[in-house]
């Protein structure tokens, strides 16, 4: 629907976040939070929520047209996220990078950068 720059928006009281990034030909809409939620089945009625929320902020999502609905997995750590080189037998070293949770897509430069500096 023409709109250019991210926004998100959590609410740490809730398992609802909102959120739209906008790609070559698309805006990405989203989201959720559940713990231990692992279908990968989109729901319906929470398609209609995200699409409600994120109309709130700004109007003209709600006239966008749908092209499409997907399920993302992020994986989260109690610890938070992990990485670091474990060295192989042989000589080889396994870099660690995961648990971001749906913070993936905010922190992944950062951390992309630290894991390769850890293979090097």
Known sequence: PGIEEWF????????????YFPQPGRLVLGGTAQVDDWSMVPDPGTAREIV??????????ARARII???VGLRPA???????????LPGGGRLVH??????AGVTVAWG??????????
């Open 68 to 70: 499409g609905h997907l």
């Open 52 to 61: 409600a929320r994120c109309a709130r902020i700004r109007p003209e999502i």
């Open 97 to 102: 990078n995961y648990g971001h949770g749906g």
């Open 77 to 87: 750590r109690d610890a938070g996220v992990r990485i670091e080189a474990e060295p």
């Open 111 to 120: 951390c992309a950068e630290t894991a390769a500096r850890l293979v090097g």
């Open 8 to 19: 998100t928006e959590a609410d740490p009281a809730s398992e609802a976040t909102t959120y």
